[in-house]
């Protein structure tokens, strides 16, 4: 073959393989193009948390459903009848390392837990209806599903209810004083909020209408590495990414009630690490 067929043939191959090198780059740039769209018809389900700049809410003013105390209405005395404040302020002391499971089903023994105001039973535990109650299981998560039916007694009369319509907060803390991702379920909606240990700086990323009047629910949470989710009886209230000052801590879980009995039963925790 002389330099010339040799030259003809090359020219030839690179035609024969360029095609190939061009639907590889048009496949790719329609899937970066399908992920985009995908993300974007998450809507208000993928919202993102507000920066946090030394320990302040940077709100987004792109999204309207994403607010800080600092600069809302609210008075900080409402934030903490809201319930993202630590009930109890004790440090949490951890189960040993040889008590963790990853999986727990209807942990109810006393000793599990760090707690005031709840009383336990074989397969269930109950606040409350006179004081303030908070229970924090022992057993930290980096990941986890968690998930609980609750019920609480409705009032048999208008002046038998609670003054405030809280029925259950769960809250996501590594220690007190640090931030805390929490939730707030009401009779009528439910608030996910992020504490940055002060009350001033509370962000409150989601509030959601919901129903909570028949006298129980089903809640479940998926914290995983770098997203939460919320799901109340089977309902997707959010689907969010998991806040930066959480990042990389593990996490307690805490259930609080505010004067209201209220009664956890088939409680579950699953690591997903």
């Known amino acids: 073959m002389n330099s010339d067929d040799f030259n003809r043939h090359s020219i030839s191959s690179m035609d024969e393989h360029r095609p ?10 329609i899937g970066i193009g399908v992920v985009v769209l ?3 018809l998450l809507g208000p389900h993928s919202l993102q948390w507000p920066k946090v700049r030394n320990n302040v809410g940077v709100v987004d003013s792109k999204s309207s459903t994403v607010m800080s105390t600092a600069s809302s209405s609210r008075s900080a005395d409402d ?8 009930a109890g302020a ?3 002391e951890p189960l040993s390392a040889s008590q963790h499971r ?3 089903s209807n942990p109810s023994d006393s000793l599990l837990w760090q707690s005031t105001g709840w009383t336990f039973e074989d397969a269930s535990m109950s606040s409350s209806s006179t004081e303030a109650s908070s229970a924090t299981f022992r057993q930290p998560f980096t990941a986890v599903s968690a998930a609980t ?4 007694n409705l009032p048999v009369t208008e002046s038998d209810a609670p003054s405030a319509s809280s029925i259950l907060k769960i809250v996501l803390v590594d220690q007190p004083g640090r931030p805390q991702l929490g939730i707030d379920l009401t009779t009528d909606q439910a608030t996910l909020g992020l504490d940055l240990a002060d009350e001033a700086n509370r962000v409150v990323v989601r509030e959601v209408p919901v129903t909570l009047a028949f006298g129980n629910g089903y809640v479940r949470l998926v914290l995983t590495r770098d997203r939460f989710l919320t799901f109340l009886d089977e309902r997707v209230l959010w689907n969010v990414a998991r806040p ?5 801590h593990p996490c ?22």
């Open 79 to 86: 934030a903490e009848s809201n319930g993202f404040r630590a």
């Open 244 to 248: 930066e000052p959480l990042m990389n």
């Open 90 to 92: 004790h440090r949490i």
């Open 102 to 104: 990853v999986h727990w």
């Open 149 to 152: 039916s609750f019920a609480w």
């Open 20 to 29: 190939v090198g061009l639907r590889r780059l048009v496949l790719l740039v």
């Open 38 to 40: 995908g993300v974007s």
């Open 252 to 273: 307690f879980l805490r259930f609080e009630t505010s004067q209201r009995s209220v009664t956890l039963s088939e409680l579950r925790f699953d690591s997903v690490e």
